[in-house]
């Protein structure tokens, strides 16, 4: 079955820092999310990556999928302490359009003033 | 992006009682939605899958007589947990599909915390 791994498990950084997660599958990936996600609150959607090579950009957060579709990394530019919250990445577990998401185990990122 | 809201928030109950737990989309129709569960800094874990009209689908080694899962019309799905044992207690998230996006994005609701005492 497929697993997603994330690294680092935790990350604790100094405002203004820039960071970077990774997320990697043991398959490939059909469709791939980023979420953040507060102790104990929902989802926020943040980014769906689904072709090889994509980039995509939403204020100080850029998501990346490479050309194999088995790697996506998120990077953080400047980070502040908005930015802390827990980030997971998802991944369709098939090819379709409503198929259920399956998640890796989670960042824990702090920001320090 | 779409809405899911859930209710209620948080919910304490007494082990042997039953909990039900909505989910809803709210400026769209989901024909889908999932639930899920989170336990302490662990991530989510997919439950089952809620289809209109139909028969939940359920994950493997979930209970579908624990978990009753009812998808009644096309913006409303519940989550009954049945004779609740304190180790149920756990956050439940749901999810839905946005059918009139382009790449089907999931979103979620807020989570309702389940505390069975």
């Known amino acids: 079955s497929q697993e997603l791994e994330q690294s680092p498990q935790s990350l604790i950084v100094q405002e203004g820092k820039n960071l970077t997660i990774n997320c990697t599958s043991s398959k490939t990936l059909y469709g791939l999310y980023w979420y953040k996600q507060k102790y104990g609150e929902g989802l926020i959607f943040l980014m769906m990556?689904?072709?090889?090579?994509e980039e995509k950009s939403h204020e100080k957060i850029t998501a990346k999928l490479d050309e194999k579709k088995q790697q996506s990394s998120l990077h953080i530019t400047a980070s502040q302490p908005s930015h802390a919250g827990i980030y997971l990445c998802g991944a369709d577990k098939g090819s379709g359009g409503y198929n259920k998401l399956i998640f890796g185990a989670g960042t824990r990122l702090a920001v320090h003033p | 992006g779409a809405v899911v809201s859930q209710h209620p928030s948080r919910v304490i109950c007494k082990s042997g009682t039953s909990v039900k737990i909505e989910c809803r989309s709210l400026d769209f129709q989901a024909t889908t939605m999932f639930w899920y569960r989170q336990f302490p800094k662990q991530s989510l874990m997919l439950m089952a899958t809620?289809?209109?009209?139909?028969?939940?689908?359920?994950e493997q080694g979930v209970e579908k007589d624990k978990f009753l899962i009812n998808h009644a019309s096309l913006t409303l799905s519940t989550l009954t947990v049945t004779s609740a044992h304190p180790e149920d207690s756990s956050f439940y998230i749901c999810?839905?599909?946005?059918?009139?996006?382009?790449?089907?994005?999931?979103?979620f609701g807020p989570g309702t915390r389940l505390t069975v005492t």
């Open positions: 809620s289809n209109e009209g139909s028969k939940a689908t359920y």
């Open positions: 990556l689904q072709k090889g090579g």
């Open positions: 999810s839905a599909r946005d059918p009139t996006s382009d790449h089907y994005e999931q979103y």
